[in-house]
């Protein structure tokens, strides 16, 4: 079936904005995580969801970043009031939600904050 | 916090040479290791995994092993090819699935 997706790919925005950031996981799983890359780093981990609740939001860098999932499958990653700091590939990921599964990843969004 | 650490690159190879990418993780429990790669233009995917020490992971041609009494999981290939060329992070996960990457090695294999 189809992988992981996310729209858009490419988020260019001004400081001070706010924007939503979407992702589709694989039919059938019920855990989905977000991710963020910097350039030349690995990615750090943001939130996981177990179904629709958030399981652990200890990644999120501060309270301007927010997600939700509302139906248990698609979420969104929601950022207020924009930094140049915040530009980054965002990335997400889901799997079945058992311990040491496979996670799949997306192809990610570029968020440029000019 | 646990951590993974993995060595820098790029690492430039020619075709058909051996590829060893050194990685050490900390970690307060018993984690589970995995390798993804990243090709060019393309999204992450997992190359190997081991949950248990002692597990080998393995898969196109690359190979790792859980070593738990010196916390590694170093990448070995024993021939590389052009199309290896990619970046390459080891990653934990240990206690709810959240996963803990590396900083990414780059390799480039020339023909």
């Known amino acids: 079936g189809a992988g992981v997706s996310q729209t858009p790919s490419n988020k260019v925005t001004e400081k001070g904005k706010y924007v939503e950031l979407r992702c589709d996981p694989i039919s059938g799983h019920t855990a989905l995580y977000w991710y963020r890359q910097s350039l030349g780093q690995g990615p750090e981990f943001l939130i996981y969801?177990?179904?629709?609740?958030?399981?652990?939001d200890s990644g999120l860098p501060n309270d301007r970043f927010f997600a939700v999932r509302p139906e248990g499958s698609v979420s969104t990653l929601k950022i207020q009031r924009t930094e140049r700091g915040d530009s980054a590939v965002y990335l997400c990921?889901?799997?079945?939600?058992?311990?040491?599964?496979?996670?799949?990843f997306g192809p990610g969004t570029r968020l440029t904050v000019l | 916090g646990d951590s993974v650490t993995q060595m820098e690159g790029p690492v430039t190879l020619s075709e058909e040479a051996f590829l060893t990418i050194n990685c050490t993780y900390t970690a307060t429990g018993y984690p589970s290791l995995f390798w993804y790669v990243q090709y060019p233009g393309e999204g992450l995917q997992l190359l190997l995994k081991?949950?248990?020490?002692?597990d080998k992971g393995s898969n196109k041609g690359f190979e790792a092993t859980y070593r738990k009494e010196t916390t590694s999981f170093h990448l070995e290939k024993g021939s590389v090819q052009v199309s290896d060329s990619a970046v390459y992070f080891c990653?934990?996960?240990?206690?709810?699935?959240?996963?803990?990457f590396g900083a990414g090695t780059i390799l480039r294999v020339k023909s």
């Open positions: 969801f177990q179904g629709t609740g958030a399981a652990d």
């Open positions: 990921a889901s799997s079945y939600g058992l311990a040491s599964d496979t996670q799949y």
């Open positions: 081991a949950t248990k020490a002692d």
């Open positions: 990653a934990l996960s240990d206690y709810g699935n959240k996963l803990v």
